[in-house]
């Protein structure tokens, strides 16, 4: 075997295929350049999914005749200056792009012409670049005044047709680069965007507001939807000189792929598992498994703090304290996520009266009420009612009494007859519907509630108190229940009985196939037994064995909450229901249940009357 040198010709294809996989990774790079290169305002056309035709112009500061020249060699940049002992500190990257790769890859396998015009000359000059050959430049005609650079690529993969037979179809590239123009006019709010496709304008987006949370802010909503924006909390959070900014959506206008997760890090969009992990993990008890929220963050830190140098498509990065980066995240979610109150996605309501044939009115976000309203305030409940006593339970959640729904007891209507209560945010329950939907009145609208998913959540949250305090309190047996189930599901459990002990379940062996459980939570009151051991080993058994219980407490407590809650088909009195709005609104992330579904919908009573005609 003799080593031979590879041509010049094939180690740009080569540098070429890292660089440049698809025609969106060309797009992300002429539009990294023209950010860099000053500009306020970037247009991008691609005609048959880029493959026949890509345009990136922009109105930055441009480049003279030796510099367009030295802008398509290999590792040539204006972007890494040496400091003062002469070398480059790659360690602290302030620009989009730093490798001087992309211009010559796209040179060495398409047809590529550069037109430049620098601030105060009256000349443009133009470069051709064809299969890697250099011509030019010449002089050329430029529309304006204005400086800029125009780059515009066609036949991309012409000099590569093994990699132009592995593109998927024009429609898929298509989606492809208007997904990454999308992801980098999100990342600069302070410039403007054009995109055409085929013909077709698909994106026009300009700047707005005054500072970088406005335009953030109105920027997320021209790219991501209206609904988007107003369905999301304002994330801002800082530790160690690292800041977290943007918007988190609500729980329950989750999307069934991550395709809406925009991540990103001083200003570039990132791909990275760290990140997305941290957002699932917030997420973690308000979120079903297959469900992913919609998520546009900013990441701001010292450069020296990250690596961008990973790969060469620059979408990966690694960061110099990755656990405290992950901690930021994941406390500023969960933090936003419990800090909401009572919401629930405005798209809801919009979606129910669209079912109806009836246009949703463009309402604002539900306002928040200047304080997490109690339930237990002076008058509102008479002390000595059987269920006020139960429910007093979930507002202090190292009580040690029973919590349930309790009796339809005829008590406590004091509340309901001497005091409107439709000011607050849930309203005053009128009705229930098929012993299932409480319908509440509100000043505004109505709203429909889902008993047992409010329920679950409420219980779930009180479960979690107890167990970060005094842990969670049992409740003894006075016969044990004996729990026949398969010997593998009985050895699951019995496995982690002395973990089960620490969220109230006391289980043990009762010969072959069977379990005993003698102590239960005292907060689930009186629970089907064996349904929840089969759902606890269900949930043992998709656990990696290498977990602890602890390590998976959400989906344990989960588990257990559903099974503590009011159930669909109960029957539930006028005072009941108000006591379940109540403790909604005072409980953290009870505008969806454990499984990420919204615990209630809102309908403007504006949009009421437009269903009968009144407007």
């Not at 013909?199 to 991501?224: C, F, T, Y």
């Not at 305030?377 to 339970?393: D, F, H, V, Y």
């Not at 919590?403 to 339809?408: H, K, L, R, T, V």
Request: one cysteine or more; glycine letters at 8%; a negative charge.
């Amino acid at each position: 075997m003799i080593i031979a040198r590879l041509p010049p010709e094939a180690i740009n294809q080569i540098a070429a295929g890292e660089v440049i996989e698809r025609p969106a990774a060309a797009v992300k790079e002429l539009v990294e350049n023209a950010l860099d290169a000053g500009a306020s305002l970037i247009r991008v056309l691609a005609q048959e999914g880029g493959i026949h035709r890509l345009l990136v112009e922009d109105d930055g500061h441009g480049m003279v005749p030796d510099q367009l020249l030295l802008a398509v060699e290999r590792h040539a940049t204006s972007k890494l200056i040496p400091n003062s002992n002469g070398t480059l500190d790659l360690l602290s990257i302030t620009t989009m792009g730093f490798r001087g790769e992309a211009l010559p890859s796209i040179g060495a396998i398409a047809r590529m012409s550069i037109t430049s015009k620098v601030t105060g000359s009256d000349q443009a000059w133009v470069l051709h670049v064809e299969g890697g050959q250099v011509t030019g430049p010449d002089p050329a005609p430029w529309p304006n005044k204005y400086s800029g650079t125009r780059v515009e690529v066609h036949d991309l993969f012409y000099a590569t047709p093994a990699r132009l037979s592995f593109l998927k179809s024009p429609r898929a590239e298509t989606l492809a680069i208007s997904d990454m123009v999308r992801r980098l006019a999100l990342a600069r709010p302070d410039v403007a965007f054009s995109l055409d496709l085929d013909g077709r304008s698909s994106l026009r987006v300009v700047p707005e507001g005054s500072d970088k949370a406005s335009q953030r802010a109105a920027r997320v909503a021209a790219i991501l939807g209206q609904n988007a924006a107003a369905d999301a909390l304002m994330i801002d959070s800082e530790r160690a000189e690292i800041r977290l900014t943007g918007l988190a959506g609500l729980p329950t206008a989750a999307r069934s792929d991550a395709r809406h997760q925009h991540l990103f890090v001083n200003g570039r969009p990132v791909k990275d598992p760290l990140l997305k992990g941290a957002a699932r993990a917030a997420y973690q008890d308000v979120l079903a498994r297959d469900r992913h929220p919609v998520l546009a963050l900013f990441l701001d830190m010292d450069p020296k703090l990250v690596d961008v140098n990973v790969h060469p498509a620059k979408t990966e990065v690694r960061f110099r304290d990755a656990a405290l980066v992950r901690g930021l995240v994941i406390g500023a979610l969960r933090h936003a996520l419990g800090s909401a109150g009572v919401r629930s996605s405005e798209s809801l309501g919009q979606a129910t009266l669209g079912a109806l044939g009836v246009a949703a009115s463009n309402s604002s976000p539900w306002p928040m009420p200047a304080r997490m309203y109690g339930g237990y305030q002076s008058g509102m409940i008479e002390a000595g009612s059987e269920t006020a006593s139960l429910w007093r339970g979930l507002a202090e959640p190292m009580a040690k009494s029973t919590y349930g729904m309790g009796d339809q007891t005829e008590v406590g209507h004091h509340l309901e007859h001497n005091e409107d209560i439709t000011h607050y945010p849930l309203g005053a329950a009128k009705a229930q519907l098929h012993a299932t939907y409480i319908i509440a009145e509100t000043k505004d609208g109505l709203v429909i509630i889902d008993q047992h998913a409010a329920h679950e959540r409420l219980t779930l949250e009180r479960m979690k108190a107890a167990l970060a305090g005094q842990g969670i309190t049992r409740q003894p047996n006075l016969i044990p229940d004996i729990v026949e189930m398969e010997e593998g599901d009985c050895e699951r459990l019995l496995s982690r009985a002395e973990e089960l002990v620490g969220f109230g379940l006391v289980l043990e062996g009762f010969g072959r196939g069977a379990i005993a459980v003698s102590e239960t939570p005292a907060i689930l009151g009186k629970i089907n037994t064996q349904k929840l051991l089969k759902d606890l080993a269900d949930d043992l058994a998709a656990f990696d064995e290498a977990l602890t219980l602890k390590e998976r407490i959400d989906e344990v407590l989960a588990t257990m909450a559903c099974h503590g809650s009011v159930r669909a088909g109960r029957q539930l009195s006028g005072e009941e229901m108000n006591f379940l709005l109540r403790e909604m609104e005072r409980t953290p992330r009870s505008g969806q249940c454990n499984h990420g579904r919204p615990t209630f919908v809102k309908l403007a009573l504006t949009d009421i009357e437009r269903l009968f005609g009144r407007k």
